[in-house]
């Protein structure tokens, strides 16, 4: 059974992964907080402690490792982005990255290999144009950050290790994420669209994110970037709409952009204004099979649980 080590796995993306992948998998999970890992995961999941500083340690947790799955790093929405906040967000993760390198380069038996957390951020926060895991990196500070995280694990290619990068859209779940925070005010009456919501989500449904995360760890052939997002992106105001529908509510408030500005300054323009039209390319050519391709469906099977 193939030995596979996940960091972030307490996070929204990472306990559906941990609980998912043992099912096939020897699962084991890295945290910075192991009794919140073993509070979370059942006895099956072998919970690693490392100092987190390390490298030499990591590298002999590594040696009886398949494969390196990271998804760690600093909230990129649940505070305001502040100077020393954009900084925890950069750093959380070129630092976790780079540690992650070093120590796949020196262990004595390597795993075969590393999938590496990124995001469709990467491709600007305006990009209407169709984009696609071969175009060039946006402005803005995702941009900056998604690309100086795929950089801090770049080193693994000058040593013929296998890396795969997930830009991965807007992961919609009802256990994290944005989709529970656009639900409760729909509930309320309180269902309101951000703006004109013109601008266009390029998401996936959690359980695809999952399934495709699988499908690149056990695919031989799959290597590089690849973008977790489906074929078709939704405008916000039309994703609000599939969720008043679903919920039999009206949603007809709007948030002034300029109020968001005004609050949340370039977190609005970044996260809830971001307005980006990006492709996946790779997944699907290679044999991939969205669960969830039409919003539509995406939102009913999501909240036929609530
Ligand atoms: N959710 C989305 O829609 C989405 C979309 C695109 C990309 N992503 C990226 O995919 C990754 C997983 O997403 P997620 O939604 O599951 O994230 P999440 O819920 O915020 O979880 C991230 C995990 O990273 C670790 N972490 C948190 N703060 C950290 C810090 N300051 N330093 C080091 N580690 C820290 C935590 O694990 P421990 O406390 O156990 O160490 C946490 O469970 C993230 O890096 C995110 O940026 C997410």
């Known amino acids: 059974m193939k030995k596979i080590l996940i960091f972030g796995a307490t996070g929204f993306i990472g306990k559906e992964l941990t609980n998912h992948l043992q099912k096939s998998f020897d699962v084991n999970v890295i945290s910075r907080n192991p009794d919140k890992a073993k509070k979370i995961f059942n006895d099956s999941i072998n919970i690693v402690t ?24 600093e909230n990129i929405a649940s505070k305001f982005w502040t100077k020393s906040q954009k900084r925890k967000i950069l750093n959380s993760r070129i630092d976790i990255g780079k540690l992650i390198s070093e120590a796949i380069v020196i262990s004595e038996k390597k795993p075969k290999l590393l999938i590496q957390a990124s995001a469709v951020g990467y491709y600007g926060y305006n990009t209407i144009d ?13 941009a900056y950050v998604t690309d100086k995280w795929e950089r801090s ?3 693994l290619e000058t040593h ?8 991965t859209g807007v992961v919609l779940g009802t256990n994290g994420g944005i989709f529970p925070k656009l639900v409760k005010p729909v509930k309320l009456y309180l269902g309101s669209n ?9 998401w996936i449904h959690i359980k695809d994110e999952i399934r495709a995360i ?18 078709q ?6 994703l609000n709409q599939i969720i008043g529908k679903s919920l039999k509510r009206p949603v007809w408030l709007k948030v002034p952009k300029i109020f968001l500005y005004q609050l949340f300054g370039k977190m609005a323009h970044e996260l809830l204004l971001s307005n980006q039209k990006v492709h996946s390319i790779k997944l699907e050519s290679e044999g991939f099979n969205f669960l969830f391709s039409r919003p539509e469906d995406a939102v009913n099977d999501l909240l036929k649980k609530q």
């Open 214 to 231: 699988e499908f690149l760890i056990n695919n031989k052939s799959s290597n590089g970037i690849y973008n977790l997002v489906t074929s």
């Open 153 to 155: 694990t770049q080193d």
């Open 160 to 167: 013929e290790i296998k890396r795969i990068i997930i830009r």
């Open 50 to 73: 490392w100092d987190f500083k390390s490298v030499k340690t990591l590298s002999k947790i590594f040696s009886t490792m398949d494969v390196i799955v990271n998804l760690a790093g």
């Open 233 to 238: 992106p939704v405008q916000s105001k039309h």
């Open 130 to 142: 169709k984009c696609n895991e071969d175009s060039p990196k946006g402005k803005g500070f995702l």
């Open 194 to 202: 951000f703006g004109k919501g013109n601008n266009w989500i390029s």
